[in-house]
């Protein structure tokens, strides 16, 4: 079966800096769209960036500058490096592939102090 499994959440101050991973099995990674998204307290889950099989990279306006999203197909993992993060970036960050109706892992809590 696909799992998604995330990592490198945790606490930081204000302009600092974080790195997520996740590491896919059960799906031929390199061929999939992969996406990060993230559900803050009591709001949607929205998209923060998604990068397709050939590389294609979109990010929400919002992190435009300060996040990097990244694959390493040989390793089934995609990475999303987070800069110069702010409190309203707080939220449960979650991998994603396929969209929507698509396959999801656990999420993992990024929290920004002011």
């Known amino acids: 079966q696909v799992q998604l499994v995330e990592s490198g959440g945790g606490l930081v101050q204000a302009g600092g800096s974080l790195r997520l991973s996740c590491a896919a099995s059960g799906i031929i990674f390199s061929i999939n769209t992969m996406g990060w998204y993230r559900q803050a307290p009591g709001k949607q889950r929205e998209l923060v960036a998604s990068?397709?099989?050939?590389?294609?990279?979109n990010y929400a306006d919002s992190v435009k500058g300060r996040f990097a999203i990244s694959r390493d197909n040989a390793k089934n993992t995609v990475y999303l490096q987070m800069n110069s993060l702010k409190p309203e970036d707080t939220a449960v960050y979650y991998c994603?592939?396929?969209?929507?109706?698509?396959?999801w892992g656990q999420g993992t809590q990024v929290t920004v102090s002011s």
């Open positions: 990068i397709t099989s050939v590389g294609r990279i």
């Open positions: 994603n592939t396929r969209g929507p109706m698509g396959f």
